[in-house]
C-alpha cells in the first residue's frame, strides 16, 4: 500500500535552517508529481511545493519563495524540502502528498516549530 513517512521536523529559532525528508514505498515514485504541504494551528492546510516526476520543474507557495527548496531523489524514493531563514509563521506541521489516479495520498506530518 502507499505509505508516506514525513521527517526531520523540530525547534529551529528564526532564520535558521531545517530539511524535512519524505520518505516513500508502495508506488513507483519515479512516476508522480510530489507535494508538500502545511498547516499551521487554526489555519487551512496550503501548499508549500511541488516537483514534478524528473525534477525538473518545481513551483512554490509565495510566503515560501526563495527561502525553501524542494527536490527529490528517485533512487531512495524520497522528497525533500529544504527550509532556509525560517520565520515563526512558517510554524507548522508539514505534510507530503501524491496523488495517484485521482486519489489523494497523505503522511502523518512532521511538526516545524520556529521560535526563539
Known amino acids: 500500500q502507499v505509505q508516506l513517512v514525513e521527517s526531520g521536523g523540530g525547534l529551529v529559532q528564526p532564520g535558521g535552517s531545517l530539511r524535512l525528508s519524505c520518505a516513500a514505498s508502495?508506488?513507483?515514485?519515479?512516476?508522480?508529481?510530489m507535494r508538500w504541504y502545511r498547516q499551521a494551528p487554526g489555519k487551512e492546510r496550503e501548499l508549500v511545493a511541488a516537483?514534478?516526476?524528473?525534477?525538473?520543474?518545481?513551483n512554490y507557495g509565495d510566503s515560501v519563495k526563495g527561502r525553501f527548496t524542494i527536490s527529490r531523489d528517485n533512487a531512495k524514493n524520497t522528497v525533500y524540502l529544504q527550509m532556509n531563514n525560517l520565520k515563526p509563521e512558517d510554524t507548522a506541521v508539514y505534510y507530503c502528498?501524491?496523488?495517484?489516479?485521482?486519489?489523494?495520498?497523505w503522511g502523518k506530518g512532521t511538526l516545524v516549530t520556529v521560535s526563539s
Open positions: 502528498k501524491v496523488v495517484i489516479y485521482s486519489r489523494e495520498y
Open positions: 508502495g508506488f513507483i515514485f519515479s512516476s508522480y508529481t
Open positions: 516537483i514534478s516526476t524528473a525534477g525538473g520543474s518545481t
